[in-house]
C-alpha cells in the first residue's frame, strides 16, 4: 500500500501562483511514477503532468505550460508549480502513483490521494 497526502490548495487570484504537494508513505516511493490530476465540479478528471521514476516529465498541450512537476526522493514527495493560475484551474486536485508511467496519461493509477481543493478567483 501507499499513503498519499496532498497540500498546499488554497485560495490565489487569477495571475498567482501555487504549489501543491503531495507526500507518500508506505511502500518505495522510486518504485513509482507520480503524476497529478483535477477534477472540477461536474467534469471528468483531468490529467495534469507525470513524472517518472527516471525523472522524465510531460504534461498535456491543454496545461499551456503553466504547470511543472518535480519529485524529492529523499522526502517522498511530488510536487506540482502552478503559475498563471486562472479560474478555469479551479478543481479538487489529486496526487497519484503508479508502477507503470505511461499509464497515468491514461488516468490509470495505482494509488490515489484525497485531494486538495484549489480555487482561483477572477
Known amino acids: 500500500q501507499v499513503q498519499l497526502v496532498e497540500s498546499g490548495g488554497g485560495l490565489v487570484q487569477a495571475g498567482g501562483s501555487l504549489r501543491l504537494s503531495c507526500a507518500a508513505s508506505g511502500r518505495t516511493f522510486t518504485n513509482y511514477a507520480m503524476g497529478w490530476f483535477r477534477q472540477a465540479p461536474g467534469k471528468r478528471r483531468e490529467f495534469v503532468a507525470a513524472i517518472s521514476r527516471s525523472d522524465s516529465t510531460y504534461s498535456p498541450d491543454s496545461m499551456e505550460g503553466r504547470f511543472t512537476i518535480s519529485r524529492d526522493n529523499a522526502q517522498n514527495t511530488v510536487y506540482l508549480q502552478m503559475n498563471s493560475l486562472k479560474p478555469e484551474d479551479t478543481a479538487i486536485y489529486y496526487c497519484?502513483?503508479?508502477?507503470?508511467?505511461?499509464?497515468?496519461?491514461?488516468?490509470?493509477?495505482?494509488?490515489w490521494g484525497q485531494g486538495t481543493q484549489v480555487t482561483v478567483s477572477s
Open positions: 497519484a502513483a503508479a508502477r507503470v508511467y505511461s499509464s497515468l496519461r491514461a488516468k490509470i493509477a495505482d494509488y
